[in-house]
């Protein structure tokens, strides 16, 4: 009962603190997994990637159908050359020998057309099952939450999307045309060398199974090691796109040899596996020939006798040693197609696994919760916590905070107090560990996935464009959005001066991730892209640097729609006149309210203001507490 079912064990660690008068909960849970569930599990996945193949049922039946008839005519080729030798040479008939070449020739062409026949449809089932498979993986981890995409690891998804699914086609392709074709000749060829002379016919009878075992235990060892090559080759795709997006900074600390001497690492790693696979795969072929060409010598030792004797004709010889030969071609073919299967298999399971992670953010299906607007409040904390995946510690902890409509909240805090976690469970990024974000007075969990954009701006810490045309990147935020919708957002977001400077204005073509823009012109860009739907709540994660703040907080407030403005920031100067002030240390929020209020109340905004403007420090202590 217990193998094909997950034993689960929850481990709650309670730990109480009368001095911070603090309890912590740590919460554990432990999987435990026999090996049968892990089997089960791995042909569930491999069955729910042939769905992709269903709409190619007629291609995936007709390839291997017309190699077989391949097979057919190749197995029927040493019989004829048989009859041509033992009738026609021997017997010196000219017009039976012509006869029989005539032959050999309309079944060569016949066999032909048959496979280019099934390379057709295989290519068509393969590229068209690749093709599904790439869009509903890209599809699956555009659904995937923040949690599931930090858990996976950008990398290993770009190798998965790409490479694997590009193994998985050609395993498909070689399937369809080789795997069917390579074990019907090696055992038609037994059935027609039984045929041809019983005797003979036990030395291929033994020589298969020896073959087979041989072939299919290098195939066991080899599988599992395939699936280490590419978990190397997601590291170093991981270090080459890391070192590719910092060669700048890389550059500017002169540590281009330490990059070199890194990826040279590994690099070699991934060479290294690949060499001990190849070597493992490489015994395949002297393998195969080894125990083939000592199949052949006591055939033909077999054969000669049985000729001697009278019992065979020089025909039926060369007739079992070019089944013999065929076994040999076909075995190296099989050789190689099990490598590739090998490898398409393990990468199959890979895309698999991706497939397989279900998300955590789930949306209601039907709407209703945006038309909820009840009271002032904007967006409201209410004991909210957070942990990320596979932390040790809380990212935030017991925040609570009512923001009202049309106001400006600044947020601020050292480096890694959870400022961007904070906005980010308002835009639902991420879910709340425990407590509830309410927006408009409704928990975010309760909104669509559309309502939920809708009411919602994000401009993040990176500024990030999209290859094409300014006006393309604007209608992001709104898909029917009219230029003069675009240019108000561009002025908003003092953008305008940047557009105009370009020779085609909105249609001035950006290129992938706007590299011919200027840091601070991305950053503007972005806000307008935010701003053209006029959210009824935007969020600047420290992402108004390079632009005036108090201009931009005019105008926002100038909008329709009374829009609440988040505004992330590690200096005190762009949020200042906030409206409200959220000081953030290590997770919790150690004060709340204006400039003045935490200049009074909160020791952590005083040091972050002092640390800033240290001149203020004498006139603070001069006014006791209170800043001109």
Known sequence: ETSFREIIYDIKIVSLSHKNNTIRINHMRLYCQC??????????????????????????????????????????????????????????????IVSRFGILVLMAAVGL????????????????????????????????????LDTIGTDTLITRLINDINQVQNGINMGLRLLLRSPFIVFGSVVMAFTVNVKCAIVFLVTIPILFVAVFGIMLVSIPLFKK?????????????????????????????????????????????????????????????????????????????QVNIGSMQQGQVVALYNYML????????????????????????????????????????????????????????????????????????????????????????GTGSGKSTLVSLISRFYDATSGDVMVDGENVKNYTKEELCNKVGVVQQRAVLFKG???????????????????????????????????????????????????????????????????????????SSALDFAKLRKAVHNLEGNTTTFLVSQRIAGIRQADQILVLGNGTLEGNGTHDELMKTCEVYREIYFSQFPEERAAYNNESGVIA
């Open 469 to 543: 045309s300014i006006r393309d990147n604007m209608k992001w935020g709104k898909e029917d959005a009219t230029d003069a919708e675009i240019w108000e957002a561009l002025t908003t977001a003092q953008a305008k001066e940047v557009v105009e400077g370009k020779q085609d204005q909105l249609d001035f073509m950006l290129e992938q991730n706007g590299k011919n823009l200027s840091g601070g012109q991305k950053q503007r860009l972005s806000i307008a892209r935010a701003l053209v739907k006029k959210p009824e709540i935007l969020i600047l994660d420290d992402s």
């Open 326 to 413: 065929q076994i040999i071609v076909e075995l190296i073919k099989l050789a190689s197609l099990i490598i590739t299967l090998n490898k398409s298999v393990a990468c199959a399971e890979r895309v698999s696994g991706v497939l397989a992670v279900p998300t955590t953010m789930n949306y209601p299906a039907k709407g209703g919760a945006a038309k909820k607007v009840t009271g002032d409040a904007a967006v409201t904390f209410k004991n909210v916590s957070f942990t990320y995946a596979g932390a040790g510690a809380e990212s935030l902890s017991d925040i609570s905070f009512t923001a009202k409509r049309g106001q400006t909240i600044g947020i601020i805090g």
């Open 113 to 148: 057309c048959c496979s280019f026949t099934a390379q057709y449809f295989a290519a068509k089932a393969s590229v068209g099952c690749a093709t599904e498979l790439r869009q509903a993986v890209f599809d699956h981890i555009q659904a995937l939450s923040f949690t599931e």
């Open 229 to 305: 090559v590419q978990a190397a080759l997601d590291r170093v795709t991981g270090m080459t796109r890391e070192n590719l997006n910092g060669v700048r900074v890389i550059r500017a600390f002169c540590r281009e040899e330490q990059s070199v001497a890194d990826f040279e690492k590994s690099n070699d790693e991934l060479t290294r596996l690949n060499e001990f696979v190849g070597k493992i795969s490489a015994l395949l072929n002297p393998l195969t020939y080894v125990l083939i060409n000592i199949a052949a010598v006591v055939l033909i030792w077999q054969a000669g006798l």
């Open 35 to 96: 090996q049968e569930t892990k089997k089960w599990r791995v042909k569930k996945k491999m069955k729910s990637l042939g769905v992709y193949l269903k709409h190619y049922k007629k291609e995936s039946i007709i390839a291997p159908l017309f190699k077989l008839l391949e097979v057919v005519f190749d197995l029927l080729v040493p019989m004829v050359v048989a009859q041509i030798i033992d009738v026609g040479i021997a017997g010196n008939n000219r017009p039976y």
